[in-house]
């Protein structure tokens, strides 16, 4: 670790972190670090998020991104636990595949959809890596708060090109890069850190640590035209009627605190 890293205050999903250290970049350290992360800590630290939500206070049934996804092949990157592929299944996707950094995940995601009737073919790896996912495949791929984790973003949007048919979509969500930035203190929304620090930093949580970067909004938008993706259309408002009298909330209605993606293959 850097003698020289920065402390600072972080934030994600909907909960703040606390200190972050700002940390070399090694591709492998990241990967075990986050893979053991979700293998022991993770749902219980940071919990969950899957459709029909694709992050705090956007969801599918008002935005309508898929639309009608019957008899089609579907993939996520990051399935979790398994919510948002069973939410695909019983819409009646024709085909569901998954991919996880962390085995503990896989095996929680094939228990869900086994209980609920539903089969998936599953696939441990980093997102970044090449892992035996058909190309030319796929009608959709998606993400839900599972990309920001990757440590190549580029290489993982061309992966996800190759694996789409020509015109596939690729939908994703994660963080707002604004919210990581902002916290709320003593009534007021204050900058904590720059929108365009993308260093990478790790924090210890419930006796664990994870690892990330917080990516410009223009990084994930250069990268997608790179890797031969236009964009569609692109979700960062708040949908009021998802939302709590709580401080989070209240930060909610002053700046986006979730982005979506919808982009399409050329």
């Given amino acids: 670790m850097d003698k020289n890293a920065v402390y600072r205050t972080n934030i994600i999903g909907a909960g703040e972190v606390g200190s972050a250290i700002s940390i070399d970049m090694d591709k492998n350290v990241i990967h075990k670090t986050n ?22 206070f956007v969801s599918e049934e008002k935005c309508q991104l898929f ?9 996520e990157i990051g399935c979790g636990s398994g919510q948002s592929l069973q939410y695909m299944g019983e819409r009646k996707a024709s085909e569901l595949w998954g991919m996880d950094i962390s085995e503990n995940q896989i095996e929680k995601t094939r228990q869900r959809l086994t209980s609920s009737g539903l089969s998936a073919n599953l696939i441990c790896s980093p997102m970044e890596e090449k892992c035996g996912i058909p190309q030319d495949y796929f009608d959709f791929v998606y993400s839900i708060y599972a990309i920001g984790w990757t ?17 596939g979509v690729f939908i994703f969500s994660w963080s707002h890069p604004i919210h990581k930035c902002v916290v709320a203190e003593n009534n007021m929304l204050i900058f904590k850190k720059s929108y365009f620090d993308e260093s990478w930093y790790s924090v210890a949580l419930d006796e664990s640590q994870l690892t990330l970067s917080d990516r410009k909004l223009s990084t994930y938008v250069n990268a997608l035209a790179k890797a031969g993706f236009v964009i569609e259309q692109m979700i960062e408002q708040t949908d009021e009627e998802l939302m709590k009298n709580d401080d989070f909330s209240n ?16």
């Fill in 35 to 56: 893979s053991l992360f979700w293998d022991t800590k993770g749902n219980d630290v940071l919990g969950a998020t899957s459709l029909p939500l694709y992050g705090a």
């Fill in 67 to 75: 639309g009608d996804v019957s008899g089609k092949k579907i993939l």
């Fill in 151 to 167: 440590t190549d973003l580029e290489n993982t949007f061309c992966r996800i090109a190759s694996y789409l048919k020509k015109d």
């Fill in 251 to 266: 930060k909610a209605k002053m700046l986006p605190v979730t982005f979506v993606i919808k982009a399409r293959k050329l």
